[in-house]
């Protein structure tokens, strides 16, 4: 059984750390070192960890913020889940744990940013959390070294979680609510995931494809509130969406 709890010792976060090599890969310039997760535990952010018996398979951490207009929020920095472990639920119960603790503490908005080629990933913040998206960043992290991001920029879109909303609620316990109307779509092809690895020009023209619709859509107000995903390719659905 897997065991999903808050981090607090020094141990857990160096683990953290050696997760974050192992799964994408990052120089030692581009890791969450220890004194950050240390912080990030004391002053109201978070640090969950995923053990299989006393080994840590997967951890995510959180940071807090102010909106503005003064709306306490968290941002999640980073999730990541061992490859052998993918797929399994592992990463559902982590944001479950952060939706949990934020409820419990009366926070109302997660947010976080990901990649909008990976289409799977996608999904899951669409279909399976209920997230929607109205803002994306080009190039948000720079350059990175990670064999995950294939030396392109990292374009990316914000997913915005409102734990407590009738929409998360529903999505979370798999109820089938009426949608806004479609306007407009955003087609991800599946063979994104290859050319990152065999035509890194060709995977690059399909990003700065997406990244135009994308920028070009939200300018007009819309926001991606569904995703369809197919064998062949990944839909982002957006239409008009006013409340949380």
Known sequence: MIEIRALTEVREFERCVELQRIIWGFSDVELL????????????????GAFDGPAMVAFCVSTPG????????????????????????????????????????????????FDPLEVKNAFFNMERLGAVVRRYVLNQYGISGSHLHAGLPTDRCIAEWYVGSDRV??????????????????????????WKKSDPRRAREAQAEVSRQFLEHFRSGLAVTGFEKT??????????????
């Open 33 to 48: 070192p220890v004194r950050l997760f240390i912080v990030v535990s004391k002053i109201g952010g978070q640090v969950f």
């Open 231 to 244: 064998d062949e390719a990944g839909t982002y659905l957006l239409g008009r969406w006013e409340s949380k």
């Open 169 to 194: 609620r529903t999505t979370l316990e798999r109820v089938p609510v009426e949608r806004p109307a479609v306007e407009a779509r955003i087609v991800v092809p599946a063979a994104v995931a290859d």
């Open 66 to 113: 102010v909106k503005a207009g003064g709306e306490v929020f968290l941002h999640s920095n980073m999730l990541g889940v061992l490859a052998e472990h993918r797929d399994t639920g592992v990463g559902r119960r982590l944001k479950l744990a952060q939706r949990d603790d934020a409820l419990a503490r009366g926070i109302g908005l997660i947010e976080w940013t």
